[in-house]
């Protein structure tokens, strides 16, 4: 699979501030990409040169396999961010032709797009209607028009389901899924550890101008995983514990343990079954993307603070 992105050693400083210290990671075509960080980490900026905002003071981007051309390659580019992008006194309808075109589309094109977007997302009866006169979620859905109607290899999503009640989150997750079904790649910008779970492909996660993580969700998670297991019983046995595990809680005949150094989950099966033990359900206890998220984030706040002092 060809890359659509790839960071090479990027670098941006403001002042005394290294917003972006030295960040390399790739993109395949067609894969959604969790861009993950706390306040502050560095994202905006990364953003910023990825669109040709920011230029980095040193390091490369390779967009769609040459070097990165932003006067050139930015109308490849949706990007739709946080914070909301529009003219409220416009009409929608005026709007959203406006940007299209701004984006290369034609008159002709743009309102035959305009049209399927409109209609495939519920929105034909706001063609007059002004940017103040709607919701917050109304306002993100037009949003994500407007960022996705030149269908752009590369869209940039911060925060895309901000403001939307569940049933419209679900028509744009079902959006953002077509899209990278058809081709299109997706950064997709969050706090929100849960949907990152349900929707990435794969993760870079940043803190401090600088790149802590980097995989696939699963290979992440199996990275950080800590040996837990949660097994259901039928019966309580008579002996519940043993050396190959250690029981971390239990609740009536569920126990979650965690296998102990130089064990398998073959040895903590084998206890209970020879016990004359059924064993309802056993399953392993991979960490979320939030306690990883947490656990690293504090971990570098930490290193960093003791730096500080001996420093």
Request: hydrophobic share 40%; proline share 3%.
């Amino acid at each position: 699979m060809n890359n659509i992105l790839e960071l090479q050693n990027l670098q941006k400083y403001f002042a005394t501030q290294k917003a972006v210290d030295d960040i390399s990671f790739t993109i395949p075509q067609g894969n959604i990409f969790g861009l993950l960080g706390p306040n502050g980490a560095g994202k905006t900026t990364l953003i910023r040169m990825i669109t040709g905002i920011f230029y980095p003071d040193s390091g490369n981007i390779i967009f769609d396999g040459k070097k990165f051309d932003a006067l050139n390659d930015c109308v490849k580019i949706g990007y739709m961010p946080e914070e909301r992008g529009l003219y409220k006194k416009m009409k929608i309808g005026e709007q959203v032709l406006y940007l299209a075109q701004l984006k290369g589309l034609s008159k002709a094109d743009a309102l035959q797009k305009i049209k399927f977007w409109f209609e495939r997302l519920e929105m034909e009866s706001w063609w007059n209607k002004k940017v103040e006169d709607l919701s917050k979620g109304m306002s993100q859905k037009l949003q994500f028009v407007t960022t996705v109607l030149h269908e752009p290899k590369l869209i940039i999503l911060d925060e895309p389901f901000s403001g939307l009640d569940p049933v419209n989150a679900n028509l744009i997750k079902d959006e953002i899924y077509g899209l990278a079904q058809r081709g299109c790649t997706i950064i997709f910008s969050t706090h929100r550890m849960e949907q990152v779970e349900e929707i990435c492909d794969q993760i870079v996660l940043v803190n401090l101008g600088k790149k802590i993580l980097d995989g696939t969700v699963q290979e992440v998670k199996q990275q950080f995983k800590e040996n837990k297991f949660k097994i259901k019983l039928t019966e309580i046995p008579a002996n519940a514990t043993n050396n190959s595990f250690t029981i971390v809680d239990s609740k009536a005949n569920e126990f979650v343990v965690k296998i102990n150094e130089g064990f398998k989950s073959n040895d903590l099966l084998q206890h209970f079954l020879q016990q004359g033990c059924t064993i309802e359900s056993f399953n392993e206890m991979l960490p979320s993307l939030n306690e990883i998220f947490i656990d690293l984030v504090e971990g570098t706040k930490s290193t960093t603070r003791a730096f500080q002092k001996v420093n």
